[in-house]
């Protein structure tokens, strides 16, 4: 049997396909836990930065900005490899780690990588929010201000509403670029899709019947999680797409 027999034949095993579909899922998890809780994060980083003007709220707008400008502007893995170092170590019981199917170890390892991608991806999405807000024309403000609508009230029954439409292309954009991004995390932990892609061929003489390690494991098993990156990130492209292309209006019949 060739090594390129034994590579394919490795990922027609049913063990090692479910082990990287289950990396698959914990992929997508990451992603969406990290968009949802950056957009949270990020909206509140734009509204302070946009609105927070007065003297006594002046100091969110300075604390806002250094958070986006310092986040923005570093590496992620240089933030996931200070979550390593510093973050706390999370405990979680031995029911949670079993349900996973994670150790506890690892399960506290994959905690941190996410912080540090909620952190970083919270920096890109505020800016995207604020953009959102920068379209917003001013008139809207003053029809909701002669309406005896409150700052908070124009912003959270207006303006938000009309900002989070606008930037759903972009925001979809950020979750393609957030997908890719989980990738960093495999420095440090095994859950996600490349990292176990990793564990895998660094175990694949154990499916392959060689001795030791072929060049066509590294190749059929990284070709095999290109594609499941590019099947996910393909599909979210094509809906941009969509979002984006200008609908063209029938003309009404009189």
């Known amino acids: 049997m060739s090594e390129i027999q034994g590579s394919l034949k490795?990922?027609?095993?049913?063990?090692?396909?479910?082990?990287?579909?289950?990396?698959?899922?914990?992929?997508v998890v990451i992603a969406v836990f990290a968009v949802l809780l950056g957009l949270v994060i990020g909206t509140i980083l734009a509204l302070a930065r946009n609105y927070c003007t007065s003297k006594k709220t002046v100091i969110f707008k300075w604390l806002s900005t250094a958070y986006i400008e310092i986040f923005r502007n570093t590496p992620l893995m240089l933030w996931i490899f200070i979550g390593l170092v510093y973050f706390p170590s999370v405990n979680v019981s031995a029911g949670f780690s079993k349900a996973l199917g994670l150790s506890r170890t690892e399960i506290a390892l994959l905690i941190k990588g996410i912080i540090a991608l909620v952190l970083f991806t919270s920096s890109v999405i505020a800016e995207i929010v604020r953009g959102g807000l920068n379209s917003i024309p001013k008139g809207q403000f003053e029809a909701a201000y002669s309406q005896g609508f409150g700052i908070v009230r124009t912003l959270t029954l207006i303006v938000l509403p009309q900002t989070f439409r606008n930037i759903i292309p972009t925001l979809l954009s950020q979750v393609i670029t957030t997908v890719k991004d989980t990738s960093y995390i495999a420095n440090i932990a095994v859950a996600e899709l490349l990292g176990r892609t990793f564990q895998v061929i660094q175990i694949s003489p154990r499916y392959t019947g060689f001795t030791s390690q072929n060049v066509s494991d590294v190749f059929v098993l990284c070709g095999l999680a290109c594609v499941m990156y590019f099947a996910i990130n393909f599909t979210l492209s094509c809906i941009v797409r969509r979002l984006q292309k200008p609908k063209v209006r029938k003309p009404v019949s009189v």
């Not at 490795?10 to 579909?21: A, E, F, P, Q, R």
């Open 10 to 27: 490795m990922i027609t095993n049913g063990s090692v396909l479910l082990y990287l579909i289950k990396g698959l899922g914990f992929t």
